[in-house]
């Protein structure tokens, strides 16, 4: 079975402090996405990444992609109360047809 | 455009009887994926249609089934309820079901079903 892991599970840090949220897996994708999901609300999908060692920015936040493809990492800066919510990777493995996600990182920021 | 659209928002069902949920799509897609999540175990693929056709599977008993209309429109049934079935059941729209290439899921708010 192909396990997509999060880390960490839970983080909580003070506005304005920076922080990194990672995804691994052991097999590669074809591509990966990011997700934000708010307390009763579905997953709203932040970026997708597809080539390796690809950065993507958004704001305060960058996506980075693994070269090997196998792992990305979210790393925000500054980070706001705004920010807090559940943050999901999903992906999609080489000769797979569906979307996995990982566990999550639920991330609180304290005002 | 609205966006995808879930009922009902909310559920309470008792162990044994079944349930129906109800999924539209954003106008346009052609895709409805559906899937289960819980604290402990996360957001878990339940299926896939595609243009009425059950295209992917997940990992998941034969009490749980789904089927698409030719509108797109999609629902979901639980039969035979256990209490593990309780989760926040998501569904998520695309144009045409290509998660390889990083095409972009909608998901609705969930319908919360809490089996008692």
């Known amino acids: 079975t192909q396990l997509l892991e999060q880390s960490p599970q839970f983080l909580s840090i003070q506005e304005g402090e920076n922080l990194t949220v990672y995804c691994n897996s052991s097999?590669?994708?074809?591509?990966l996405q990011w997700y934000r999901q708010e307390p009763g609300e579905g997953p709203v999908l932040l970026v997708t990444?597809?080539?390796?060692?690809e950065v993507k920015k958004l704001k305060r936040l960058t996506f980075q992609f693994g070269d090997a493809r196998k792992d990305s990492s979210l790393h925000i800066t500054a980070a706001q109360p705004g920010d807090t919510g559940l943050y999901l990777c999903a992906g999609v493995w080489q000769g797979a047809q569906k979307l996995v996600f990982g566990q999550g990182t639920r991330l609180t920021i304290n005002p | 455009k609205a966006g995808v659209t879930q009922t009902p928002r909310y559920l309470i069902k008792t162990r044994g009887q079944q349930v129906t949920l109800s999924c539209s799509p954003i106008?346009?897609?052609?895709?409805v994926s559906w899937y289960q999540q819980t604290p402990g175990q996360g957001l878990q693929f339940l299926f896939e249609y595609f243009s009425e056709t059950q295209r992917n599977k997940g990992n998941f008993p034969g009490r749980f089934s789904g089927r698409q209309f030719s509108n797109s429109r999609s629902e979901m049934n639980v039969s035979t309820l256990e209490l593990g079935d309780s989760a926040l059941y998501l569904c998520?729209?695309?144009?045409?079901?290509?998660?390889?290439?990083?095409?972009?899921?909608?998901f609705g708010s969930g319908t919360q079903l809490s089996v008692l």
């Open positions: 106008s346009g897609h052609r895709s």
């Open positions: 998520a729209s695309s144009l045409s079901g290509a998660p390889k290439s990083g095409e972009k899921l909608f």
């Open positions: 097999s590669v994708f074809s591509s």
């Open positions: 990444v597809v080539t390796g060692g």
